[in-house]
């Protein structure tokens, strides 16, 4: 057997490949692509919500979401982790991310206009999240199927917070139900856009899936995500914005509308309401803290020089 179809016959029985075993080039760069924009994603993701932790309701509302913005931090260093296993490392991947060359979830270069976006980010944005990573705990390569493991656990926490949160807005004054209206207008539809564009024009599925990279295809998930959040939707008494939203007792699932795929894209290529100012901020992040990384350099290489003497 060449070492293609060795590696090809680990991957259908359902073995993991670990960093030290032989991978075909393009597992490793599509591995890399795939985690490090996920990295980067929940570390630009605690943008849009850390922009209200000052502006919280109550001590409660504060206390979960410092504890959930800390959570997605987090996510990003186990992923950040897994990343490294395939021989790139953090700082290439953080200039890559800075020069524009990475990218990250088109959904957080949204604007967070209202207290009830935090609840329609846990419910919609982590619901989405965990549709999708579900499948990646099943991913063939060990050290990311193994974060995913424990990200999923906590995405699902935030998902329920999210949700929880917006049951009491629904369940309050006029205003706070129109306020949780206003928000799913707004995150509806990028929200089914996180899933990726069609799976005809999308470039890496194919080959993902037969690398048990991906084990869903991005219709697959979005129509499962549709199907559960509809249900939902309509447990807080709140309308989908989407007028061909209906179900179909063929299919045994909800029929919903176009998106918009030009937005799609041009969000993608940086041009979405936030993307210079998310980028911009995080590049201001990483100068402001290089005291912090040279000042933990300089205590291990005390530390190590100390053991050694
Ligand atoms: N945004 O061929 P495909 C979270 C790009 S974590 C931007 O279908 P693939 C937690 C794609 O990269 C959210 N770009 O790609 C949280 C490719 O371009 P490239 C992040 C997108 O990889 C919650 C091109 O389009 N989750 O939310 C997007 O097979 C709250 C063609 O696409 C993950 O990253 C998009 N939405 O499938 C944090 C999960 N969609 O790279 C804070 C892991 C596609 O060739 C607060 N990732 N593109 O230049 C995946 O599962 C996959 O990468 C997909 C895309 C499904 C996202």
Request: proline share 4%; with cysteine.
């Amino acid at each position: 057997m060449s070492p293609e179809e060795q590696f090809q016959a680990i991957v259908d029985a359902e073995d993991k490949i670990e960093p030290s075993d032989w991978m075909p080039e393009g597992y490793r760069q599509t591995l890399i692509r795939q985690i490090a924009q996920h990295a980067h994603s929940e570390v630009i993701g605690m943008q849009p919500e850390s922009n209200w932790i000052t502006r919280a309701p109550t001590l409660y509302r504060k206390a979960i979401l410092i504890a959930k913005v800390q959570d997605e931090a987090g996510h990003g260093l186990y992923l950040y982790s897994a990343a490294e296993t395939l021989g790139v490392g953090r700082d290439e991947m953080q200039e890559l991310l800075h020069q524009g060359k990475h990218k990250y979830s088109s959904i957080f270069n949204y604007p967070t206009l209202s207290w009830a976006d935090m609840g329609t980010i846990g419910w919609l944005v982590d619901g989405a999240a965990i549709t999708n990573q579900v499948m990646l705990t099943r991913c063939s390569y060990g050290p990311y199927a193994r974060a995913m493991v424990r990200i999923c656990k906590e995405e699902s926490f935030h998902q329920r917070q999210g949700y929880e949160l917006l049951i009491r807005l629904c369940q309050g004054s006029a205003s706070q139900k129109a306020m949780a209206q206003d928000s799913i207008n707004r995150w509806w539809w990028p929200a089914l856009m996180m899933f990726g564009p069609h799976d005809g024009d999308s470039t890496h599925t194919e080959q993902s899936m037969k690398w048990k990279i991906k084990r869903v295809t991005n219709d697959d998930l979005r129509q499962q995500f549709v199907d559960m959040t509809v249900r939902q939707a309509d447990y807080l008494g709140l309308e989908v914005p989407d007028p061909d939203l209906r179900w179909n007792e063929e299919r045994g699932h909800y029929d919903f509308g176009d998106i918009d795929w030009e937005e799609f894209w041009r969000v993608v290529k940086g041009n979405g309401p936030m993307n210079r100012e998310r980028v911009a901020h995080k590049v201001k992040a990483w100068d402001d803290g290089a005291w912090v990384r040279e000042a933990a350099m300089a205590h291990a290489a005390k530390e190590e020089a100390r053991s050694a003497a």
